[in-house]
């Protein structure tokens, strides 16, 4: 490999310096760039097409299930903000705040949307009249800022990120819990089926909701070097919107009710996510549902093989493209095999298939897994189906990966020293007895960082051990602990 | 007809006071709504279920031809700007600025993007290296904010509105132009195929170009009252932003040559015109292809056949449904026939199915067209070919009105008197010689805010009079003017 082909490729490692490992395949599988200004991020064509990929699956599944998309101004009026700042306790984003239009100053200075929740609440409350217009389902993709003053990671901690934000109001607690549970469910299959990654589900504990929220639901996933992932919340907001901001609605009985609310998001910490679980030190590795190129095809030839193998592979090429497969074909002149298996590994196309005078000949076609590279010969004949079945094997294997880490990193502990060595030792879950009482966290997070990530979604289940591990009172709930992202 | 059904429909005329009927269709077929801060407007499912429809045909286009998506921060720091200004003649956006985040003054302001040329072409530099690089097709879909300070009209004059926003980068004049025209013909077709609007394409004057451009070549659209809308803009940039931000690129001889660059954008604009096109003084009026519903059935029956129409107009959904059709049932209990027939009149829907005990008895469906009511009775055997066809019809009625409008109101004129007076009176285009001086269109600009809307793309082309129609030195080109949006 020569010197120039080694700086095309990634030089830190996943295992020794996770943080610098990540920054490179961002970098260098070109998904993004940094911004000139701190905090901001460039999504390049690749990185956007997985965020595409991932709305377009979400999107599908949240109008099959009655939700409508709408768009609602980027900027909200500092009154708007402050009569949400004074209902509900906790609520003070850090925003961006836009002072000056054109030449002039504003009287009223308008916050860049941190979430919509006070700009959709009075639209909401206006459009809503009887039980006939509920549940009202909303949702927008769109951007938004916070004005957090941390370190820029891609996809992980940016000032500005894109997500989407369901807003969505109900009749009474029963359907806005249905909802709240519907989002979760499909964030989990989000997760699972399209991103293959496994995730936990839970509630947040009572201090670390949503502001107003009465529930704030979550999945995490589980990253490589042991810190947990909030991968997306969906939140029941039971009447404290609905109350601040007048969404009521006459019932059957022409009597008027206070709607119940309900908010869901996912942002594209997502696909930070996603590159964190699956990548390696070849680079970025795709998980074939949401790759935008799912299979990279390779010709390899000399001089007198060069028109057989070329007609064969645009064939092939062919046959995938029709059969709905998101299928390149590399026959630059100007590059070696070797370098292209390289550039397309770096890119984290799932499948190759390497195409030469042997296979030319066998009319068979090689296939290797970018996750393991994993060989083997097929048949050029029914190859749409065979690849069909290849990548949805990738799928598998690096969800069974992710999984298999999963399961070896969820432990229990009984003290205060227990759960410290055991993250300390391991990172990971920690599951224990809790108390309920947040001061309990306190040791556990100023020592190491580590805080309850989730509890069980169940209220009643019996929690895995009778006293709470840091002080001994009996315990409500089993929490997880982990540190996060 | 109730006060309340009245309270529900329009109450301007098209015809007498345009701005306050079109204001009226909006809101009240749900398109959008007013936000509490000038300048702002919150679309509503219904409007944004058009741009989303909008926003599929162009995209599939754009990345069939090669495009990519990205996406770039939505703030610029006022030094790149600053830099687009010193080179750019004429660059002085009115911006929203961000002048503080959290609690903090930031020490360079952030423009809120007008637009995303200055942020963009850095990165372009970075990217592009070598003539293989190129071309290098870029776009966004997001929102902009331009802070001029005119009355708001839902999406034609909003300070934020959405948009596509194409930036391409290319080896030489030839290709860059090659892609400023084949943009404006994918906009060409999004009017006439999709909106069922005929356009005007061509070029604008050079006082009238965007800031930096060799070329801006434009669609405009004829609106009822006689006023063109610029539908689209494709600009062929020169080497202006390659020279100004160092877009370079080695040529197959080893040479650093630099790249020509075009961009090209449509707005949620052309929701407003197609709303302002083809919509009546009943309501809406949606075209059928991008139509959020392009059927509506509704059931017509009495106590004693309610069972029958109801099980009959059930099977008619179903196949509609699974023919890929958007269709609704409207079945609601508490509306009777006519109020459905107003409201789905209102809302827009092209094509309404009335089924009633007759309809059940023959095995048919009476079909009524929105933009002109005729009905006609088909038999319900094959009914999703027969709607596909219907729709099809709808679609060319609504483009040959409209076609019919431009025909009538292109005429000519050959002094400033007969410019005046035929704009004054009839509103529409008016074709004249013109020697070429910006100064020629400021008397028609004074009198009557008329102004040059587009030349003829072909610059050899002959022009209509052998002088101009102001100064009677010789023309060089022919002109249209027009009032506009």
Redo the contacts between chains.
Sequence with gaps: MSQAEQELGITERKDVNPGEWYAEVVLKAELA?Y???GG??????RG??L??RLKRHLDRWFKETGV????????I?DD?LQRERDVIEGFDP??????????EELE???A?RPTSES?IA??MA??IRSH?DLPLL?NQW??V?R?E?TETKPFFRT??F?WQEGHTAHADEDDAWRETMLRLEQYERLYEDILAMPVLRGRKPPHDKFPGADTTTTVEALMPDGKSVQGGTSHYLGTTFGEAFDITYADENEEQQVAHTASWGVSWRALGALIMTHSDDQGFVAPPRIAPEQVVIVPIWSEETKDDVTSFATTVYEELHEAGIRVELDDRD?RNPGFKFNEWELKGVPLRIEIGPNEVAEETVTLVHRPDGEKRSVEVDGLDETVGSELDEIHDKLYEAAAENLEENVRTATSREEILGTIGQHGGYVKSGWCGDERCEEPIKDAIAAEIVLVPLDRDEEPIHDTCAICDEPATETVYFARTY
Tied chains: 1, 2.
């Design positions: 760039d911004a000139p200004m901001f991020i460039v999504t390049r064509p956007y097409a965020w595409e409508q998309n709408a768009y609602f101004p980027m900027f009026p708007l850090e925003v961006a705040w836009v002072t000056r239009g054109g030449h009223t200075p308008l860049v700009i009075p639209f206006d459009w006939r909303l769109c951007s800022v004005w003053a000032k500005e894109l100007e």
